[in-house]
């Protein structure tokens, strides 16, 4: 796994190679909740934020299928509603916080 950061790249590093199972992605997520508009600082919040997606590396979920095991589960959230796509299998799901095929009623509006 490659890893860089503009700031504290020293402790991003440390984390991802605490354990053999830090630097795997233990979870990704499609925020799809238009009716949190902003940041709370409540991560299980934050992460659900219509337009943004969410990934956390280290342990994953055994209840939800996951099977990587670490000490670490760092969550990390990108804010896609100014600017920024997702592609899976290299068709647009989501773009500029808005998602393709499956965008709620009012979502477009909200979202951005």
């Known amino acids: 796994v490659e890893a860089s950061a503009e700031k504290n790249e020293g402790y991003l590093k440390e984390m991802l190679a605490a354990d053999r199972g830090a630097a795997v992605l233990g979870e990704f ?7 949190v508009t902003s940041f709370t600082r409540d ?3 934050d992460e659900k934020m219509g337009g943004t997606i969410h990934l956390a590396v280290g342990r994953s979920y055994p209840e ?3 099977r990587n095991d670490s000490a670490v589960h760092w969550d990390m959230i990108k804010d896609l509603r100014s600017q920024g796509e997702l592609h899976l299998d290299g068709k647009p799901v989501l773009r500029t916080g808005v998602l393709f095929g499956t965008t709620p009623k009012g979502m477009r509006k909200r979202a951005r």
Not at 29 to 35: F, L, Y
Request: hydrophobic content about 45%; overall charge neutral; cysteine-free.
């Open 29 to 35: 997520g499609i925020g799809a909740n238009a009716g």
């Open 64 to 66: 939800s299928g996951g």
């Open 43 to 45: 991560i299980l919040l």
